[in-house]
């Protein structure tokens, strides 16, 4: 069955410290992973978009890594500040199902305390 | 920047009640979607649309239906709200491609209804 898994489920660090968000995917094929911020009450916005041959890619502060083979995404917050405070939600693509599938991990929620 | 809206924020309906939720685009987008989140689940798609008069079931599609008279506009509609239909309601758009062309989907702020 493809899942997407994330971990942990809740996290609280101190601002300014760095942080790093697991992904575990089982979905096969797949075309992309992105990560996705949802603050509380809104939508999510789009930070990393990666295909199975990128391994890393930044988005200022947020940097995503990519292990195609161990299915396997991190997204890693440096120099955390109080308005990174949402939850981080991990998503595969799968064309298999169609084109407009995508399996969607149930988010990391992060806390910053200051 | 996109810019997708969803008409309201909150809603209260009561159980039997036809609910309409309206989203909005202004980047000329084919692709739109629905979505619900529920706490810790995923976002799971309600129903989609390629271009006007067009849709797609998605994975959660029973007591809902959808409507794309207008490229810019995708209404989704809750024939008889029930209790199990409280939940975050989640619109979205992305350009021709398909999520597969690593396309960013947009999404607009949610819509939290609660039926009573």
């Known amino acids: 069955k493809n899942q997407v898994e994330q971990s942990p489920q809740s996290l609280i660090i101190l601002e300014g410290k760095n942080c790093t968000l697991q992904?575990?995917?089982?979905?096969?094929?797949?075309?992309?992973l992105r990560w996705y911020k949802q603050d509380t009450g809104r939508g999510p916005v789009s930070l990393t978009i990666?295909?199975?041959s990128e391994n890393t890619k930044s988005n200022g502060r947020y940097t995503a890594t990519l292990d195609a083979d161990t299915k396997q995404s991190s997204l890693h917050i440096t120099a955390s500040q109080l308005s990174d405070s949402a939850s981080y939600i991990c998503?595969?693509?799968?064309?298999?199902?169609?084109?407009?599938?995508?399996?969607w991990g149930a988010g990391t929620k992060l806390i910053i305390k200051p | 920047d996109v810019k997708v809206t969803q008409s309201s924020r909150y809603l209260v309906k009561r159980t039997g009640e036809k609910v309409f939720l309206e989203c909005v685009q202004d980047?000329?987008?084919?692709?739109m979607f629905w979505y619900r989140q529920d706490p810790g689940l995923g976002l799971r798609l309600i129903y989609f649309?390629?271009?006007?008069?067009?849709?797609e079931k998605g994975d959660i599609p029973e007591g809902y239906s959808v409507s794309r008279e207008k490229k810019e506009r995708f209404s989704l509609i809750l024939e008889s709200a029930s209790t199990n239909q409280t939940s975050m309601y989640l619109c979205?758009?992305?350009?021709?491609?398909?999520?597969?062309?690593?396309?960013?989907?947009?999404f607009g702020s949610g819509t939290q209804l609660s039926v009573l």
């Open positions: 979205a758009s992305t350009r021709e491609g398909g999520i597969t062309l690593n396309e960013k989907l947009f």
């Open positions: 980047m000329d987008h084919e692709n």
């Open positions: 649309s390629y271009d006007v008069k067009m849709k």
């Open positions: 992904c575990n995917y089982t979905v096969s094929p797949f075309s992309n």
């Open positions: 990666m295909t199975f």
């Open positions: 998503v595969v693509s799968n064309p298999v199902e169609s084109n407009y599938q995508l399996i």
